[in-house]
C-alpha cells in the first residue's frame, strides 16, 4: 500500500506570502494520479488539483500543482485570508483504496 | 448543482448499529461511483468504501470489511451505508463523496458530513 508522507505538518505564514507543500509517496505515483484538497474547520474538503498539476473546476490561478513520481508540491503564490486551512493530498486511480496524506496546516 | 447531504448519525453505543443517508441531486447519480470517507475527531481523511454507479460491486477498507455494508436506491438518488458492531474508533465524521470519472477514488463533490459517535 502506498503511504504519502506530507511536510511541514504546519505552516505558519502572513497573508500576501508564498506557500509550498510537499507531498512524497512511498512508491511512484503512475500517471501522476495525485490530488490535492483544502479544508476548513468545519466544512468538507474540496478538491483544488487533480492530475498533479491540473485545477478544479472554479479553482483560482494562484493554487498551483507540481510534481511527478514520488515528489509533489502545492503552491500557493500569495495567500489570501480564506487559505488558511488544511491540506490534504491524495493518491488515486491506481488501486481501489484512496490512500490520503495525513495533512498540512497553514496558519497566520 | 450537485448537492449531497448526508444524515443518520448520532450516539450509539459500542456494539450497535447505525445507518447513514446521503441523498444526491443536481447529477445522473447512477452514472457515478460513490464512496464514503470518514475523519476520526481532529484526525486525517480515511476512505471507507465504495460502490459502483449500478450498485452491483462493492470495495471496503480493512477497517469496516464484515461489519459495514454499501448500498444505493438509485431509484430515490441515495447512497447508504450500513455499520454494524461499531467500535470507539469508528467515532467520526462520515462524508459521502462523489467520484470524478474516469479516475478511481477521485473525489469532486463532498457531502457537509454526519457526525458518529460510539460511546457507553
Known amino acids: 500500500e502506498i503511504v504519502l508522507t506530507q511536510s511541514p505538518g504546519t505552516l505558519s505564514l502572513s497573508p500576501g506570502e508564498r506557500a509550498t507543500l510537499s507531498c512524497r509517496a512511498s512508491?511512484?505515483?503512475?500517471?501522476?494520479?495525485l490530488a490535492w484538497y483544502q479544508q476548513k474547520p468545519g466544512q468538507a474538503p474540496r478538491l483544488l488539483i487533480y492530475g498533479a498539476v491540473s485545477r478544479a473546476t472554479g479553482i483560482p490561478d494562484r493554487f498551483s500543482g507540481s510534481g511527478s513520481g514520488t515528489d509533489f508540491t502545492l503552491t500557493i503564490s500569495r495567500l489570501e485570508p480564506e487559505d488558511f486551512a488544511v491540506y490534504y493530498c491524495?493518491?488515486?486511480?491506481?488501486?481501489?483504496?484512496?490512500?490520503f496524506g495525513q495533512g498540512t496546516r497553514v496558519e497566520i | 448543482e450537485v448537492q449531497l447531504l448526508e444524515s443518520g448519525g448520532g450516539l450509539v453505543q459500542p456494539g450497535g448499529s447505525l445507518r447513514l443517508s446521503c441523498a444526491a441531486s443536481g447529477f445522473t447519480f447512477s452514472s457515478y461511483p460513490m464512496s464514503w470517507v470518514r475523519q476520526a475527531p481532529g484526525q486525517g481523511l480515511e476512505w471507507v468504501s465504495v460502490?459502483?454507479?449500478?450498485?452491483?460491486?462493492?470495495y471496503y477498507a480493512d477497517s469496516v470489511q464484515g461489519r459495514f455494508t454499501i448500498s444505493r436506491d438509485n431509484s430515490k438518488n441515495t447512497l447508504y451505508l450500513q455499520m454494524n458492531s461499531l467500535r470507539a474508533e469508528d467515532t467520526a465524521v462520515y462524508y459521502c463523496?462523489?467520484?470524478?470519472?474516469?479516475?478511481?477514488?477521485?473525489?469532486?463533490?463532498w457531502g457537509q458530513g454526519t457526525l458518529v459517535t460510539v460511546s457507553s
Open positions: 512508491q511512484s505515483l503512475s500517471s501522476s494520479y
Open positions: 463523496a462523489k467520484e470524478k470519472p474516469p479516475w478511481l477514488r477521485l473525489f469532486d463533490y
Open positions: 491524495q493518491q488515486y486511480g491506481s488501486s481501489r483504496r484512496g490512500t
Open positions: 460502490i459502483s454507479g449500478s450498485g452491483d460491486s462493492t
